[in-house]
């Protein structure tokens, strides 16, 4: 519980900002989670209320705190192997269709803390010569990104990560890091993260055969959703594949994609 209030019109103006920012639609329900997260920042500050954070936030003079703050309110919940399906569907129909004598590039976007991206890079080191294969981790937050880097792990989070790629890919902590595991070498050197504000326009990233773009989907609205799915259908080479959320919906959107199953699509030829 916050000590301070959060009036409407605050709210209104942090969900506004958030909203810029990153494309985030915070519903009204989601008041309380804004307050709960946002009050140390006003309370390291010495600030009396949320309307002078917003100021803070937006007046340029405290140049990370907007980052602070994007940290603050995203929502980034993930885990090993979450959704199994689609790696089944990458084991099963996305490697065998991959194109011969290129390598095979996959891309995470909104990665949060990394587990879908070492989940996927255990998957392809299992099935790939070495140095065939590359993924790309990406988010928006910066706080994240470096748990991802970081590739260490509570052991209580390896839970759904199958015993033999355990064995295979992870490091158990010994010493001051007993409890922890830490994803090997040779996978960490064939992944790269970087932030990637996904309703920004992208940098260079080059083609992918493989887009996961999972649970970030549901916190932006219908417009925002088709752009950034538009947007990344241009880095997805034809005959690729794009995997949303379980319980995201690319319908009515009228992209470059045909549905396969639920939540996996096949990019196009042409769109
Ligand atoms: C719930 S996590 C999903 C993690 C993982 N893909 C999964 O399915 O387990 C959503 C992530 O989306 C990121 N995110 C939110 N808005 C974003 C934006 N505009 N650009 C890039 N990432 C964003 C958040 O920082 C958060 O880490």
């Known amino acids: 519980m916050s000590v301070y209030a959060l009036s409407d019109a605050e709210f209104k103006l942090l969900r506004d900002w958030v909203y810029a920012q990153a494309g985030i639609n ?4 989601k008041k309380p989670l ?9 309370i390291h500050f010495g600030l009396n209320s949320f309307g002078e954070y917003h100021q803070l936030i937006t007046g340029g003079v405290e140049r990370t705190e907007p980052q602070i703050a994007l940290d603050l309110l995203t929502t980034n919940e993930t885990y090993f192997f979450r959704e199994p399906k689609h790696f089944d569907f990458l084991r099963d129909r996305a490697l065998p269709a991959r194109l011969p004598g290129t390598t095979f590039r996959v891309w995470s976007a909104a990665c949060s ?5 070492w989940s996927i890079a255990m998957l392809l080191a299992s099935h790939l010569a070495p140095g065939t294969w590359e993924i790309m981790g990406s988010d928006i937050s ?9 590739a260490h792990y509570a052991m209580e989070r390896a839970e759904h990560i199958p015993r033999a790629l ?3 890919f992870c490091l158990r902590g010994v010493g001051s890091q007993e409890g922890t595991f830490r994803i090997v070498p040779d ?3 064939r992944v790269s993260f970087r ?6 326009p992208l940098p260079d990233v080059g083609l992918f055969d493989l887009i996961f773009l999972r649970n970030v989907l ?3 609205d219908m417009e925002t959703k088709a752009a950034v799915v538009r947007q990344l259908c241009s880095v997805l080479r034809p005959g690729g594949f794009f995997f949303c959320g379980h319980s995201e919906s690319l319908h009515g959107m009228n992209l470059p994609l045909t549905s396969l199953h639920p939540a996996i699509y096949q990019r196009q030829a042409r769109g």
């Open 195 to 200: 932030q990637i504000n996904l309703i920004a």
């Open 187 to 189: 996978l960490r050197r």
């Open 26 to 29: 915070l519903s009204p329900a």
């Open 166 to 168: 355990l064995t295979r």
């Open 113 to 117: 803390s990394g587990e879908e991206v």
């Open 142 to 150: 910066t706080r994240v990104l470096a748990r991802a880097q970081s």
């Open 218 to 220: 549901i916190y932006f």
């Open 34 to 42: 804004v307050m709960s997260r946002l009050q140390k920042r006003l």
